[in-house]
């Protein structure tokens, strides 16, 4: 299995920037793709997921700015990205979840759990968003 994230770069602050995760040796069916990112300093945080139902979950601090999506035919799943702030500046990641819980909204009671249940892992992009 192989996660390969792209999209990333420099971005003006109000920007939009499309990040893709394309996935190898292994179909998104019944499996959940979520979105992590790390900041300089920071430690790893998720930052949303999406089922093979098309069900997605996102943190408080992207609601309405960032949007999860798949193309099932493509193998991909996409993380849109709009009104981009500094704060947003991190390495994404993308990772796959192999028995993803019932409810997808279930990956926001733990970060930690959320992380450690991910099975496997892109090697991140980029994304800066300067001022």
């Known amino acids: 299995v192989q996660l390969v994230e792209s999209g990333g770069g420099l971005v003006q602050t109000g920007g939009s920037l499309r990040l893709s995760c394309s996935a190898s040796?292994?179909?998104?069916?019944?499996?959940?793709i979520c979105w992590f990112r790390q900041a300089p300093g920071k430690e790893r945080e998720g930052v949303g997921c999406?089922?093979?139902?098309?069900?997605?979950f996102s943190i408080d601090s992207v609601k309405g700015r960032f949007t999860i999506s798949s193309d099932s035919a493509e193998n991909t799943v996409y993380l849109q990205m709009n009104s981009l702030n500094p704060e947003d500046t991190a390495v994404y990641y993308c990772?796959?979840?192999?028995?993803?819980?019932?409810?997808?909204?279930?990956?926001?009671?733990?970060?930690?759990?959320?992380?450690?249940?991910?099975?496997?892992w892109g090697k991140g992009t980029l994304v800066t968003v300067s001022t």
């Open positions: 040796g292994i179909t998104f069916d019944g499996y959940a």
């Open positions: 999406i089922s093979s139902d098309g069900s997605t």
């Open positions: 990772a796959l979840d192999m028995e993803p819980p019932n409810q997808i909204l279930f990956y926001g009671l733990s970060e930690r759990a959320w992380y450690v249940a991910m099975d496997f």
